[in-house]
């Protein structure tokens, strides 16, 4: 361990502590300032496999670096972990934060194999500890909005609709090598940035769907896609096109399209106002912006184990899982595969629907 001379400060009493349980991710950061924003937490140390890379994280942020996990674990100062470890490494970090009696937050997706995801659910409901994984798209703004139209029921029946998300950062070189790797991240497009197309496409919906179809390119000749095309067909014969992108500039873009029976949604690339014209209409009037749900991270912290949001966070995990290995099946055999919905299986509390 190496000490912070404010280690006792982490040990407030009004406050949550947390342990940092990886600084592979891009993200890690990211929820990092999220939690150094707040008065309510505070962050007792931050681990990595690579003790030089926890510590080049940790010390420029004023924050404790160590250099084992079990003993950040056994700390009983600390009630809640972050994972944000390589994907590979989920299995064992979670489990073993689980086991040591610690609330779980948990980046995208929570394993690269399903039976490793059932596995950690079905640890963390026998120990009633939370395990809560990020879907970090919900929180902005545009996606609620969107779906208060489509809920409205102003569109009709939701006939088609397409998600894009893209960056160039593996042509630009700009993405960690991590990022590329089979080994450390299960895959590329699909299981990284494509998730945001899978988990918005259920919500537009309304359900869970019944095939999944895949392509996949390797543009930059990486080891694992950096392009993708994934389409889900849903019961009522609705379909959904996810396209994912690595190499493609600019960065950081979002395009959503929902259309049905009596009128189009649309959100602009732009400013990502969403825009509407039904069947009867001459133009497309920009909506009025919804407040946005809350990010993730704070719906975790505020989150009991036995809670509906838990409950349809369990849910949508196992089936994110589930879609991810059915999309890289699709693209190694060329066909369509059938899918169930693996919350039913397991039978998970939770109807899948977005945060209240």
């Known amino acids: 361990m190496h000490e912070d001379p404010e280690a ?3 040990c407030a009493r009004d406050a949550r502590v947390v342990g940092i349980a990886g600084v592979w991710h891009v993200h ?3 929820y990092v300032a999220e939690l150094l924003e707040r008065t309510d ?5 931050v681990w990595d496999r690579r ?4 510590r080049a994280f940790a010390e420029p942020r004023g924050l404790r670096w160590v250099d084992d996990l079990d003993g950040l674990l056994e700390d009983p100062s600390v009630d809640a972990v972050v994972v944000t470890t390589a994907t590979a490494d989920h299995p064992d970090v979670i489990a073993r934060a689980l086991r040591a009696g610690k609330d779980v937050f948990s980046e995208k997706v929570l394993a690269i194999r399903l039976e490793d995801a059932l596995a950690l659910e079905a640890l963390a409901s026998q120990l009633d500890r939370v395990l809560f994984v990020s879907f970090q798209r919900l929180a902005e703004p545009w996606v609620r909005t969107l779906d208060g139209v489509v809920r409205s029921g102003r569109l009709g029946r939701i006939m088609s609709s397409r998600f894009r998300f893209q960056h160039a950062g593996a042509a630009a070189g700009w993405l960690p090598a991590g990022f590329l790797s089979g080994q450390e991240a299960g895959g590329g497009a699909v299981i990284d940035l494509g998730v945001h197309g899978l988990y918005l ?6 359900a ?26 849903y019961g009522n014969g609705s379909r959904s096109v996810l396209e994912t992108s690595l190499v493609t500039a600019p960065d950081d873009v979002r395009w959503a399209e929902v259309h049905g029976t009596e009128g189009s949604a649309y959100i602009s690339p732009e400013d990502l106002t969403v825009r509407v014209r039904r069947g009867d209409e001459t133009t497309w009037a920009v909506q009025q912006p919804s407040e946005p749900w809350p990010r993730p991270l704070e719906v975790f912290l505020g989150t009991d184990a036995g809670g509906p949001d838990q409950a349809r966070n369990r849910a949508d995990s196992l089936r994110m899982v589930a879609l991810v290995s ?7 055999s060329g066909k369509a595969v059938r899918v169930t919905d693996p919350s039913r299986i397991t039978a998970v509390p939770g109807d899948g629907s977005a945060p209240a």
Do not use: C, K, W
């Not at 937490?41 to 140390?45: E, K, N, P, S």
């Not at 496409?201 to 309304?206: A, E, H, I, R, V």
């Not at 059915?326 to 190694?332: G, N």
């Open 326 to 332: 059915a999309a890289y099946a699709s693209a190694a």
């Open 28 to 30: 890690a950061a990211d």
């Open 51 to 54: 003790p030089a890379a926890a």
């Open 8 to 10: 006792g400060e982490a």
């Open 41 to 45: 937490v505070r962050i007792r140390g």
């Open 208 to 233: 869970f769907p019944v095939s999944v179809s895949s392509r996949v390119s390797h543009l930059t000749g990486s080891a694992v896609e950096d392009d993708s095309v994934v389409i889900l067909e």
């Open 201 to 206: 496409s259920q919500l537009m919906n309304g």
